[in-house]
């Protein structure tokens, strides 16, 4: 019987260690108010916290609400009130960053954007649409308001603003102004910004954020097998086999391309 049930341990055990991982591209770290995704031509529905978030994903906040998502190599996304964005392309494999790519979009509303292991590592894999323009980034913090026109705050790094007139570039501290799609973004006083993008901005940067790496961006895998199961499997089956061997009697109780990814 011992032996029949140390048999039965190990064949579980392995069956989960062979089981393929299935890991969301992100997930909603937090979410406070009325916050709804919809993913392709499905309805949008509400969401929860550790919820996942792949390619293709549509989200929108209501008035109030706010979001943080956090994607596989540590880029967070903290989206605003009455905010509809998108996740165009997400790819990302630790064991192969030529693979690295990260699209975004803003259609309405405010976000920020905090960079992960991706742009650390595969700078000029990373882009976010919105209307006016297209922003690059370099190991970055910034911020982003549409209220026609847009409006930018850069906390760290170096942002690239690209359109029809050219590039710019902003450093940390900067602040900014795209007024459409043919004018060159250009640099404004903070003293400029309209008061509700002000109070937006302020909203935006009080959010405390964790350095890439230092939390698992997905929380929970959506198949395959956990560090935690894979653990706990081994603990069961040790405990069997010091039964089996000691004679004990222990029993065991926009326009949208989406790509898709296998992270490691």
Do not use: W
Not at 52 to 74: L, S
Not at 149 to 163: D, E, F, H
Not at 215 to 235: C, D, H, I, L, R
Request: hydrophobic content about 45%; charged content about 10%.
């Amino acid at each position: 019987m011992r032996r029949s049930l140390l048999i039965a341990l190990c064949f579980s055990l392995l069956a989960l260690l062979a089981a393929p991982l299935g890991y969301a591209n992100g997930v909603f770290q937090s979410v406070t108010g009325d916050v709804k995704a919809a993913t392709g031509a499905a309805a949008p529905v509400g969401v929860a916290r550790n919820q996942q978030v792949t390619p293709g994903t549509t989200v929108t906040t209501g008035p109030g609400a706010q979001t943080v998502i956090r994607f596989d190599d540590g880029h967070t996304v903290v989206l605003g009130e009455n905010t509809e964005f998108r996740v165009n392309q997400y790819s990302f494999d630790k064991d192969r960053p030529q693979g690295d790519n990260i699209a975004l979009q803003l259609l309405k509303g405010a976000m920020r954007s905090v960079s992960g292991l991706i742009v650390s590592r595969t700078r000029n894999s990373f882009a976010l649409i919105v209307p006016q323009a297209t922003i690059g980034i370099r190991g970055t913090d910034f911020m982003v308001a549409l209220v026609n026109p847009a409006y930018l705050s850069v906390l760290q790094g170096t942002i690239g603003v690209s359109n029809a007139a050219g590039t710019a570039v902003f450093s940390a501290g900067a602040n900014a102004i795209v007024a459409s799609a043919t004018t060159l973004a250009a640099s404004i006083a903070a003293s400029a910004l309209p008061a509700s993008v002000a109070t937006t901005f302020s909203n935006l940067s009080s959010v405390a954020i964790a350095a890439a790496g230092a939390v698992p961006a997905t929380g929970a895998a959506t198949g395959g097998v956990t560090s935690g199961m894979v653990a706990a499997g081994v603990a069961a089956a040790g405990v069997a086999a010091a039964a089996a061997s000691s004679g004990g009697g222990g029993q065991a109780g926009g326009t949208t391309t989406t790509t898709t990814t296998t992270t490691k």
